[in-house]
Antibody, heavy 117, light 106 residues
Framework: QVQLVQSGAEVKKPGASVKVSCQTS????????ISWVRQAPGQGLEWMGL????????NYAQKFEGRLTMTRDTSTSTAYMELGSLRSDDTAVYYC??????????WGQGTLVTVSS | DIQMTQSPSTLSASVGDRVTITCRAS??????LAWYQQKAGTVPKLLIY???TLESGVPSRFSGSGSGTEFTLTISSLQPDDFATYYC????????FGQGTKVEVK
């Protein structure tokens, strides 16, 4: 069965960077992209960007350009999301989702990132 | 960027009610629209894609319609398990989510 398992919760100081992993299994990793979505406490879902499992090409939401990097490692079927210059309003649960023709059927369990001094 | 606007933000309803949620896109997205259900502390669950196609395993009381810029999600007879927050998502141009509609107990 398809599974996406994310790394554990992180606490970071303002200005630092965080890197979240999303290890996948149960399907051919290079056949699908991975989207990253975040959800601030009590707020809605916000799409951050997409990394292709096939060639590693990325597309980022404009608001994250310059401080967001998405990568993938085909040898371990793992996708990564790194967000830099963290601010308090980056505190959120970060999800990875397997992109199936533009929709997210399979999601990771979420990773809480807390930014606090 | 395409903006998605849902209404209402909160909806109070009773078990058995017919419930309708509207989602509007800032530009035409064809039928590239999905609906998700999210309960507190859980991962979003896909309900409908391509405006009206029910994801496997989703009860038939859920239905979707619309094209272009206006879309609706309808729950024909609200069940206790349906109290949750619902999000629309366009995927004509990457992804954008609506702000969510919370369906609460009246």
């Amino acid at each position: 069965q398809v599974q996406l398992v994310q790394s554990g919760a992180e606490v970071k100081k303002p200005g630092a960077s965080v890197k979240v992993s999303c290890q996948t299994s149960g399907y051919t990793f290079t056949s699908y992209g991975i989207s990253w979505v975040r959800q601030a406490p009590g707020q809605g879902l916000e799409w951050m960007g997409l990394v292709s499992g096939y060639n590693g090409n990325t597309n980022y939401a404009q608001k994250f350009e310059g401080r967001l990097t998405m990568t993938r490692d085909t040898s371990t079927s793992t996708a990564y999301m790194e967000l830099g210059s963290l601010r308090s309003d980056d505190t959120a649960v970060y999800y990875c989702a397997r992109d199936r023709g533009g929709i997210g059927v399979y999601w990771g369990q979420g990773t809480l990132v807390t930014v606090s001094s | 960027d395409i903006q998605m606007t849902q209404s209402p933000s909160t909806l109070s309803a009773s078990v058995g009610d017919r419930v309708t949620i509207t989602c509007r896109a800032s530009q035409s997205i064809g039928r590239w629209l999905a609906w998700y259900q999210q309960k507190a502390g859980t991962v979003p669950k896909l309900l409908i894609y391509k405006s009206s196609t029910l994801e496997s395993g989703v009860p038939s009381r859920f239905s979707g319609s619309g094209s272009g810029t206006e879309f609706t999600l309808t729950i024909s007879s609200l069940q206790p398990d349906d109290f949750a927050t619902y999000y629309c998502q366009q995927y004509n141009d990457y992804w954008t989510f609506g702000q969510g509609t919370k369906v609460e107990v009246k």
